[in-house]
């Protein structure tokens, strides 16, 4: 079992940014796969970035998030930079065992593991 905790999120401007932090508690933690996601009111849960072999965004977000992770401290970030209102949503940090190389956007299905979230809205 692996527990995830996401922190950084808040309120912020349109043109602001925020960093979002998911600590997890994984032995072997470099051999995990890092996701984030995000889920709007009334909308699926989306994908927003992985982090394993390489890093992957969505279309919405490339260019302006960027995922990173620090195995000494088990964590992964998302620095998101020039926030939209558009970008308002419960992020959350996924992970699975294993590392992968990805070339197309996973799904939430393939991730074993989730944070409770963290709220992010953007205000116009």
């Known amino acids: 079992q692996v527990q995830l905790v996401e922190s950084g999120g808040g309120l912020v401007q349109a043109g602001g940014s925020l960093r979002l932090s998911c600590a997890a508690s994984?032995?072997?933690?470099?051999?995990?796969?890092m996701g984030w996601f995000r889920q709007a009111p009334g909308k699926e849960r989306e994908f927003v970035a992985a982090?394993?072999?390489?890093?992957y965004y969505a279309d919405s977000v490339k260019g302006r998030f960027t995922v990173s992770r620090d195995n000494a401290k088990n964590t992964v970030y998302l620095q998101m930079n020039s926030l939209k209102p558009e970008d308002t949503a419960v992020y959350y940090c996924?992970?699975?065992?294993?590392?992968?190389?990805?070339?197309?956007?996973?799904?939430?299905?393939?991730?074993?593991?989730w944070g409770q979230g963290t709220q992010v809205t953007v205000s116009s």
């Open positions: 996924a992970t699975r065992s294993g590392t992968r190389f990805y070339n197309t956007a996973p799904h939430t299905a393939d991730f074993s593991f």
């Open positions: 994984a032995r072997g933690f470099s051999s995990y796969a």
């Open positions: 982090i394993s072999w390489n890093t």
